[in-house]
């Protein structure tokens, strides 16, 4: 009996534990040995001991969240930079505002107690920027928080940045509606999506992607863009547009001690895309899509910048609610190499899945060497590990993407309809996928296999969902 018919018997044995071991059909390297040199070249920047406060009488900004500081917080960047850097500090109170814009060497340090409260104008976004949307160029809505080709940036603070965002407004133009939209009248965000991916299909010169006004792409939260040694520390982040945290294009970047609780359409809690030299850690994550996910750049224009995300690290994070707990994908087109996860605990009945890889024939993208270790996964609602190639247009395009040398070791779960959920396609590839010293409990149901390659097991356990005891059982024959 192969492995792939053992892990089915497995799920579907309901009155016993399954313990699986195998021999691994791989190198016995280990590639946790790759760790201590990509956290060596990851260094939070460090910014001059000057401080620029939002509320001194040269920059004036206003507490009670009605007058608009979005010039006030600018003159404090534009001064502080000028200075040679220190922090941009927003003190207790509430402010309101709309695109912020970063430069080099500068922190913005939101204090405990101050919440920047963004604008839900869309016009408060406006001039457009040069930025990147579900992974196509364009120029678009500013991020609320931007940089672009800057270097040494933080975010900072135990206060709130709270994107203002609900049915009324951002997430209102998506297909989930709102309360002044007639019943089925077309989400006006499709338009716009599709109008972006023609554009990208034509390989339409970005410059000429114009979107902004009049049109209804949200922008996300926080996207530093081909930007260098970033941190982004202690923040709560809540109410986002879209995506919330989206680096594109950057390097040398720490997310640390992030709080984020957004359950609007598309609330990604952290996207790095096309970026190298990544560290998550000490992060809770409770969204409305993935709580990480990450990116390359979608179809045609991923290929075209074709810069792969590599050497990330995701530790000591707690995952909540969410499509997927660690994401690689879709947009994943130029690839994804070096990902490690280790010591985080995913947990809640509306997170869908704990390790998910997705893409398809037009996405395309390589994905390997991913590993998962010391994981403690609760409950999840659809499957432990999931890599789906049949996602959108599944099939259909020339571009067969591929997911290689993935590892989970040491990992744990209470409660999963399955383990495994592998969906693909001739000349698709999902293959060297191990599993060792796991234990799963709470399995319902059979894994899912479709089109995958090896797949082997090292001391794993899996112990199927208790049946439910008949009403009538031991009871007296009539």
Known sequence: MNFHHLLLAAALFLSAFVSISAAHSVASDDPWTAVPGILARIKAPVFPDRDFVVTDVKFGAKLGGTHDNTAAIAKAIAACHAAGGGRVVVPAGLFLTGA??????????????????????????????????????????????????????????????????????????????????????????GAST??????????????????????????PFVQPNRCKNILIEDVTIVRSPFWELNPVLCENITVRGVQISSHGPNNDGCDPDSCRDVLIENCFFDTGDDCIAIKSGRNEDGRRVNVPSENLIIRNCVMKDGHGGVVIGSEVAAGCR????????????????????????????????????????????????????????????????????????????KKSPRVLRIVGFKGAIADDIRFKNCVFEGIASSEQLEHAGRISFDNVTIIPAKKPRPQNAGAASE
């Open 194 to 219: 599709r109008r972006l991916g023609v554009m990208s299909d034509n390989n339409t010169p970005v410059t000429e992607r114009i979107f902004g006004d009049g049109y209804h792409l949200r922008p």
């Open 100 to 189: 912020i814009h970063l430069k080099s060497n500068v922190n913005l340090h939101v204090s405990e107690g101050a919440t920047l409260l963004f604008s839900s104008d869309p016009t408060a976004y406006l001039p457009v920027v040069f930025m990147r949307w579900e992974g196509i160029e364009c120029m678009n809505y500013s991020p609320l928080i931007y940089a672009f080709e800057q270097e040494n940036i933080a975010i900072t603070g135990k206060g709130t940045l709270d994107g203002g965002a609900s049915l009324d407004n951002w997430w209102g133009w998506t297909k989930h509606g709102n309360s002044k939209r007639p019943p089925g009248t077309p989400a006006p965000t």
């Open 338 to 413: 070096n990902v490690f996860v280790e010591n985080c605990v995913m947990d809640s009945p509306n997170l869908n899945r704990a390790l998910r890889f997705k893409s398809n024939a037009r996405r395309g993208g390589v994905v390997e060497n991913v590993h998962m270790r010391n994981v403690t996964i609760g409950q999840v609602d659809e499957t432990i590990l999931s890599i789906d190639f049949t996602y959108q247009e599944g099939a259909d395009g020339p571009y067969a993407p591929a997911v290689r040398n993935v590892s989970l070791e040491n990992v744990t779960g």
